[in-house]
């Protein structure tokens, strides 16, 4: 197969480095002068550090570097098969690009743009042959991230679709079918991933580096949404927030944050200008290395109580008798004070107290509500976590004014115990980790839902081409879908904004009892 890639920037130049390890024939345009000369010099240099740390074989690399060859004019891209254009994201420059070329290409070649936010009909519409034009979107760096999404405008064919996908397999990546909406798939189920954070933010729930922080040592994130977007640049974040505000006709779960506005305003984009949410000095760390877990107990420190049937309270009971406590349920306790109790199922207060369990220092799971709203006026601390619950991983905590300072003590010294580090932040449904993730989770089941991708597919690019720690759907499954669906409903109860309101599919799956893995269905059948 015969390739052809317009643009020589980072995007473009990894691009064909892929299709030359692919054993395509590959030419590079770009019409920016000295653009090609210096991907052309990068990109065998790329390929003998790839080959030095295994990813190819040095004959590979060498092989690939003589299948790459400039194209100083664009007519000279006539023979290809593929065209892949990575040029910067304006629709009429696309449409341009895309006219000049089908005045030159054959019939049967297709046209694929790498567009992560355009609309790949808009950019099709009123071209020759818009059949043939269909939508490649590589995630970046392209030669580490192994994924693309092969997306359908409403005129491209079947055949200039199977062509893409057969290319982007050849590649190597993982290539998933994609609807022609808003940010396709894969970006625009990372939405939460980013506006949440900024929303705990603005509302005081937590400090940038703490979300930051619990992303990393609570969910598993290679870096915080902060960190990501000071490495992305947040005017950038900025921009793409605004198209898909706009492209959604104001989406609510959409809205772009005045933090971010802000940012740009003071010229703070982050590691590009030195300065973002953090500060890039002299090559120093912007951030301290995250502290050692606490070394896990293996002679507890008494009895605890843990009540409910989410998964949560299960880990939890599992880490505490590994730790040396004696784990009971609430019937199992016969007159004794527990040293703790951990209400993983509590509902809201009546007034008459009968909404909390008895008898000792009480910490609640906020999944179905926040401390003020579960425990107004009494002396509990909130907790919140997500399965999986390894040592090493993270417990928040939240306090309300008159939350009993024993139990505040109690509760990080029990969890501490586990192995586990602890957070103290503000009080909300979910806390932070909680609202993120559930809201992952829920713009995931809203794209199922709609027909924009599988779970599989949703899962598989999340990974694949945003290096997330596990799929949404798979996590929800694992959280237990009715406990997403709680935070979700609690935070739509508390602040009745739209932009928490649960996708019909999950309130569905949770009505008929596929709940996840507990119940052995939920998005995915678990039949172990």
């Known amino acids: 197969m015969n390739v052809g890639v317009v643009g020589a920037g980072t995007m473009g130049a990894g691009i064909a480095q892929l299709a030359a390890l692919a054993g395509c024939s590959t030419l590079l345009h770009d019409p920016l002068e000295g653009a090609v000369d210096r991907a052309l010099e990068r990109i065998p240099k790329d390929l003998a550090r790839g080959a030095e740390r295994g990813r190819w074989t040095s004959e590979e690399a060498a092989h690939a570097a003589a299948l790459l060859e400039a194209a100083p004019a664009l007519e000279q891209l006539a023979g290809c098969d593929v065209i892949i254009e990575a040029a910067p994201e304006r629709l009429q420059l696309k449409r341009d ?216 309270a299960h880990e939890l009971r599992m880490l505490a008798d590994d730790a040396g406590w004696d784990v009971r349920d609430p019937e199992e306790v016969e007159g004794e004070v527990p040293a703790l109790i951990l209400d993983c199922g509590a509902q809201p207060d009546d007034g008459t107290g009968e909404g909390v369990l008895q008898g000792g220092p009480q910490a609640l799971l906020l999944a179905d509500g926040s401390l003020a709203q579960l425990d107004p006026g009494g002396t509990a601390v909130g907790f919140h976590a997500l399965p999986p619950l390894d040592p090493g991983g993270l417990i928040e905590l939240t306090r309300a004014r008159d939350s009993s300072p024993h139990a505040a003590e109690v509760a990080e010294r029990f969890f501490a115990s586990l192995g586990l580090h602890v957070a103290w932040v503000g009080d909300a449904p979910g806390l932070v980790l909680g609202r993120i993730v559930c809201q992952l989770v829920n713009e995931a089941a809203f794209a199922v839902g709609e027909g924009v991708g599988s779970p599989q597919d949703v899962d598989d690019g999340m990974v694949l081409g945003l290096n997330h720690p596990r799929g949404p759907l798979e996590w929800g499954d694992l959280i237990g879908l009715e406990h997403v669906l709680a935070v979700l409903d609690a935070l739509y109860d508390e602040r009745r904004e739209e932009r928490y309101r649960a996708a019909p599919l999950l309130r569905r799956l949770v009505a008929e009892g596929r709940t996840g893995m507990l119940a052995g269905e939920g998005f995915y059948r678990h039949d172990d």
């Not at 567009?115 to 020759?128: D, F, H």
């Not at 999404?149 to 199977?162: I, N, T, W």
């Not at 396709?184 to 954070?197: G, I, K, M, S």
């Not at 305003?265 to 090559?283: E, F, H, I, S, V």
Request: net charge neutral; charged share 20%; with cysteine.
């Open 97 to 312: 690009l895309f006219g000049a070329l089908a005045e030159i290409v054959s019939p049967d070649c297709v046209l694929a743009t790498n567009t992560s936010s355009l609309s790949v009909t808009a950019i099709a519409t009123g071209l020759p042959a818009p059949e043939r034009i269909v939508g490649m979107h590589f995630f970046n760096p392209p030669a580490l991230m192994k994924l693309v999404e092969v997306v359908a405008g409403d005129a491209s064919s079947d055949a200039a679709l199977d062509r893409a996908t057969e290319l982007g397999q050849a590649m190597g990546r993982r290539v998933i079918r994609a609807a022609d909406v808003t940010g396709f798939l894969v970006n625009r189920v990372n939405r939460p991933f980013n506006l949440e954070a900024l929303r705990l933010v603005t509302e005081r729930v937590a400090e940038v580096e703490d979300v930051d922080r619990i992303a990393r040592l609570g969910g598993g994130f290679r870096m915080g949404p902060f960190e990501l977007q000071d490495l992305v640049g947040i005017d950038v974040g900025l921009e793409i927030s605004r198209s898909f505000f706009d492209q959604s006709f104001g989406e609510p779960r959409w809205r772009p944050s005045p933090l971010s506005a802000r940012m740009v305003a003071a010229g703070r984009l982050g590691r590009k200008t030195g300065r973002g949410w953090y500060a890039y000095c002299d090559g120093a760390p912007h951030r301290p290395d995250d502290p050692p877990a606490p070394r896990p107990s293996t002679t507890g420190g008494g009895l605890v109580v843990i009540a409910g049937d989410v998964p949560i």
